[in-house]
Each structure stands twice: as structure tokens, then as C-alpha cells.
């Protein structure tokens, strides 16, 4: 790849969201990607093979928490944004283990920042202006609606609840120091719960789809009426773009698909779904499985976003409702045998029995 090309750095590119981010912005976007990924368990080469022969893309395996390596990536490969996506993303395990949720997300986001204020010190003129860090984080830094609360706005107060949440919250907050310290052109999102292709099957939406068709229990935490705003991972990859071409330095836009639903009922959507897909399936009708388990402790009851600032000042909307999304998130799962049988290997078992006693 030449020095002083068009390119743009993401990290955590091989994970979920940051893999359909790499496909959909070489589908839409002319300039390079340069992806820096770690390759923890989360982190998959294999959702980036039809990128590989694009010489436009080039992947990397490293720590964000690797100074030197930051630096001489920015030098050498000098990209007009940082798309940072890198992170320990799994509520779940970040109760069970904390420690690498604060590695990566705090001390992981600090380095990239600190590399990223030298390199961007060091810029002139029109590369100094155009340059911008785009932080990825979650509606979860919010923390948790009664029933009947307004939807998060971006100037609702941050009160996290799990290690996950706290960890994201303190990474939004040094994002946000480093503009009003230092004059980093950042940008950070908050968005509400993704789903789609790639998604690791330890998250809600790919596990019930793999254990409703492998005729296993659907483990459906407490009472099943916790509330989640589903956005298709396409939508979101859409909004972070316009961010990161439109978005104002030092904001910060929520993103959501104001598609509230409650996890059982997400649950029975894919069930009916799968009854009329595989009706051969080993349990029918799907729903038999579903098996309410133990709460997560410190379970969020609801999140819900507002999404008017990016809708009205950005443009954006999402082009997915949850019926539609939904559908093409089954199909994918259901086509795509050999990615699953790549993911559910032997971490992914240990993680299973550990989680469910399965
Ligand atoms: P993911 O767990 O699927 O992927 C994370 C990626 O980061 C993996 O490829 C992993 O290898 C990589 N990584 C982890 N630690 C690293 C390190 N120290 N250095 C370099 N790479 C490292 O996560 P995701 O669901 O794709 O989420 C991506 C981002 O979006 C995260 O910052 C998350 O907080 C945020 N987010 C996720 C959702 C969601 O519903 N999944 C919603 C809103 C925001
Ligand atoms: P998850 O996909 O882990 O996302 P998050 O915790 O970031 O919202 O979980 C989505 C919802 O589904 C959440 O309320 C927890 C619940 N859940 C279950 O009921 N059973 C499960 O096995 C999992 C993984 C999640």
C-alpha cells in the first residue's frame, strides 16, 4: 500500500460490527482500510475473506494497547480517521472477568488516543483539518429505562451498571477529554444493540438461531420482558459513514433503530420463523426449547434511543425494520454452516459450559 494514499485505520475490524463496517465501506467507499485486530476469540479473519483480495484492504494482528505499534502504523500508513471499534464487548463475560474489559476498552482507547494526538500534531494544513477519531460505543453507558422513560438522548446522564458499561462509559469519557483538552477532532456514537451477519454466537439473536436448529435449550434469562432496541448491523455501518463524513468534531450521535422489543418476544419471532424454515427440525415447534434460566446479575431492564440528531443533522435513517432484519439474519445463519462450524469450537464450548452449564 503507497504512503499518503486515502486510508482510513479501523480497529476491531475483525470482529462483528467491525467486519460489516470493512464490507460495506469497500462496497461504498473509495479510499484504503487499514484493520488492526488483536484476534482475541471475538475476532474472526474468516468474516473478511471476500475483502482479502481487495488491494485496498490490509489487516494487521495487534493490541491497541501496543504503543509502539500504533505509532509507526500512523506514520507509515498516515489515515485521514481512526474508526475504533476494538473492544471487549460481552456483558456476560465481562461479569465473569473483568480485568480485559479495562485492558482494552480504558487503557486500550487511552493508547490509541495518545498515539493519535502526536500523529495528529504532527499533521499540516489540510490533512490536520480533515483528520478525525471516531469512537464506537453503546447506548449501555445510558444504563436503564422504566417502562415508561423517554428514550436516551445524547445528553442523557451516563450511569452504567456492568463492567462492560462502565468500561465503554470511561472510554466515551477520555474520547471526550481529548477534545476539549487538546483539541482532537473526535467523534463518538452510542448505539443501541446490533444484529446480523458475523455476529458471534454468545450474543441473544445468533445463539437462539443455533440452538433452536441444534434442537438445544433457548436460555432466556429472569422473566424474558427485558426490552432491547434492535438496529441491523448494515444501518449502523451506514450511520457511523455519515459521522465520520458529516458529524460535527467533538459530538456525539446516538444511533438506534426505535425498534423496542422484549427478548421473549424476539425469541418466539425467530422460533416461528424457524417453524416455517425447518420444519424438520429435531424439537417442533422451536418455542418448546425456550427455557427461562437464572438473571443476569444487575440485568438492564430496557434501553430505547432517540435518534432524531442523526436523522435530522446527518440524515440518516435506517433502511431495516426488525421484521425485515430479522429475516435476513436467519437466512444468513442458516446458510453459512461453515462460518458456524469455524466459531464453535473449542473457546466457544468452554464459554457455553461455563455460562450454562451446557
Ligand atoms: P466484537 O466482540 O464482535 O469484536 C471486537 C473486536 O475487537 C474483535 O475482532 C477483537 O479481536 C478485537 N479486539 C479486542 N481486544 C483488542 C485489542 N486489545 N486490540 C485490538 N483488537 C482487539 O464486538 P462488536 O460487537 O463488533 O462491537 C464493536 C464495537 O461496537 C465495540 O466497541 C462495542 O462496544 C460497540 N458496540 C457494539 C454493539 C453490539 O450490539 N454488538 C452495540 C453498540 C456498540
Ligand atoms: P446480549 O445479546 O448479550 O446483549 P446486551 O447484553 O449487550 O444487551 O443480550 C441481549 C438481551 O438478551 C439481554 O437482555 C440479555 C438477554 N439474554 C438472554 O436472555 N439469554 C442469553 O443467553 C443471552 C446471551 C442474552
Given at each position: 500500500?503507497?504512503?499518503?494514499?486515502?486510508?482510513?485505520?479501523?480497529?476491531?475490524?475483525?470482529?462483528?460490527?467491525?467486519?460489516?463496517?470493512?464490507?460495506?465501506?469497500?462496497?461504498?467507499?473509495?479510499?484504503?482500510?487499514?484493520?488492526?485486530?488483536?484476534?482475541?476469540?471475538?475476532?474472526?479473519?474468516?468474516?473478511?475473506?471476500?475483502?482479502?483480495?481487495?488491494?485496498?484492504?490490509?489487516?494487521?494482528?495487534?493490541?491497541?494497547?501496543?504503543?509502539?505499534?500504533?505509532?509507526?502504523?500512523?506514520?507509515?500508513?498516515?489515515?485521514?480517521?481512526?474508526?475504533?471499534?476494538?473492544?471487549?464487548?460481552?456483558?456476560?463475560?465481562?461479569?465473569?472477568?473483568?480485568?480485559?474489559?479495562?485492558?482494552?476498552?480504558?487503557?486500550?482507547?487511552?493508547?490509541?488516543?495518545?498515539?493519535?494526538?502526536?500523529?495528529?500534531?504532527?499533521?499540516?494544513?489540510?490533512?490536520?483539518?480533515?483528520?478525525?477519531?471516531?469512537?464506537?460505543?453503546?447506548d449501555e453507558v445510558y444504563g436503564s429505562l422504566g417502562p415508561e422513560d423517554a428514550a436516551f438522548t445524547e445528553s442523557t446522564r451516563y450511569s452504567p451498571n456492568s463492567p462492560y458499561s462502565a468500561s465503554k462509559a470511561a472510554s466515551d469519557h477520555l474520547v471526550r477529554a481529548?477534545?476539549?483538552?487538546?483539541?482532537?477532532?473526535?467523534?463518538?456514537?452510542?448505539?443501541?444493540?446490533?444484529?446480523?451477519?458475523?455476529?458471534?454466537?454468545?450474543?441473544?439473536?445468533?445463539?437462539?438461531?443455533?440452538?433452536?436448529?441444534?434442537?438445544?435449550?433457548?436460555?432466556?434469562?429472569?422473566?424474558?420482558?427485558?426490552?432491547?432496541?434492535?438496529?441491523?448491523?448494515?444501518?449502523?455501518?451506514?450511520?457511523?459513514?455519515?459521522?465520520?463524513?458529516?458529524?460535527?468534531?467533538?459530538?456525539?450521535?446516538?444511533?438506534?433503530?426505535?425498534?423496542?422489543?422484549?427478548?421473549?418476544?424476539?425469541?418466539?419471532s425467530i422460533c416461528s420463523a424457524l417453524d416455517e424454515l425447518r420444519p424438520n427440525d429435531p424439537v417442533m415447534p422451536h418455542a418448546k426449547l425456550i427455557t427461562f434460566v437464572t438473571d443476569r446479575p444487575g440485568h438492564d431492564r430496557r434501553y430505547a434511543m432517540n435518534a432524531?440528531?442523526?436523522?435530522?443533522?446527518?440524515?440518516?435513517?435506517?433502511?431495516?425494520?426488525?421484521?425485515?432484519?430479522?429475516?435476513?439474519?436467519?437466512?444468513?445463519?442458516?446458510?453459512?454452516?461453515?462460518?458456524?462450524?469455524?466459531?464453535?469450537?473449542?473457546?466457544?464450548?468452554?464459554?457455553?459450559?461455563?455460562?450454562?452449564?451446557?
Amino acid at each position: 500500500m503507497e504512503k499518503r494514499a486515502d486510508t482510513i485505520l479501523v480497529t476491531g475490524g475483525a470482529g462483528f460490527i467491525g467486519s460489516n463496517f470493512i464490507l460495506h465501506w469497500l462496497a461504498n467507499e473509495s479510499a484504503n482500510v487499514v484493520n488492526l485486530d488483536k484476534l482475541t476469540y471475538a475476532g474472526n479473519p474468516a468474516n473478511l475473506l471476500s475483502a482479502s483480495s481487495d488491494r485496498r484492504y490490509k489487516f494487521l494482528q495487534g493490541d491497541i494497547c501496543d504503543r509502539d505499534l500504533i505509532a509507526e502504523l500512523l506514520i507509515t500508513h498516515r489515515p485521514r480517521a481512526i474508526v475504533h471499534f476494538a473492544a471487549e464487548s460481552h456483558v456476560d463475560r465481562s461479569i465473569h472477568g473483568p480485568d480485559d474489559f479495562i485492558r482494552t476498552n480504558v487503557n486500550g482507547t487511552f493508547s490509541l488516543l495518545e498515539e493519535a494526538r502526536e500523529y495528529w500534531a504532527g499533521l499540516t494544513g489540510a490533512e490536520k483539518d480533515a483528520f478525525r477519531f471516531l469512537h464506537v460505543s453503546t447506548d449501555e453507558v445510558y444504563g436503564s429505562l422504566g417502562p415508561e422513560d423517554a428514550a436516551f438522548t445524547e445528553s442523557t446522564r451516563y450511569s452504567p451498571n456492568s463492567p462492560y458499561s462502565a468500561s465503554k462509559a470511561a472510554s466515551d469519557h477520555l474520547v471526550r477529554a481529548y477534545f476539549h483538552t487538546y483539541g482532537l477532532p473526535v467523534l463518538t456514537t452510542n448505539c443501541s444493540n446490533n444484529y446480523g451477519p458475523f455476529q458471534f454466537p454468545e450474543k441473544l439473536i445468533p445463539l437462539v438461531i443455533l440452538h433452536a436448529i441444534g434442537g438445544k435449550p433457548i436460555p432466556v434469562y429472569g422473566d424474558g420482558q427485558n426490552v432491547r432496541d434492535w438496529l441491523f448491523v448494515t444501518d449502523h455501518c451506514e450511520a457511523i459513514r455519515s459521522v465520520l463524513t458529516r458529524g460535527k468534531g467533538g459530538e456525539t450521535y446516538n444511533i438506534g433503530g426505535r425498534n423496542e422489543v422484549k427478548n421473549l418476544d424476539v425469541v418466539n419471532s425467530i422460533c416461528s420463523a424457524l417453524d416455517e424454515l425447518r420444519p424438520n427440525d429435531p424439537v417442533m415447534p422451536h418455542a418448546k426449547l425456550i427455557t427461562f434460566v437464572t438473571d443476569r446479575p444487575g440485568h438492564d431492564r430496557r434501553y430505547a434511543m432517540n435518534a432524531t440528531k442523526i436523522e435530522s443533522e446527518l440524515g440518516w435513517k435506517p433502511r431495516e425494520t426488525f421484521e425485515t432484519g430479522i429475516r435476513k439474519t436467519i437466512l444468513w445463519y442458516l446458510e453459512n454452516d461453515a462460518w458456524i462450524q469455524g466459531v464453535t469450537t473449542g473457546a466457544y464450548r468452554q464459554w457455553m459450559a461455563t455460562q450454562y452449564s451446557l
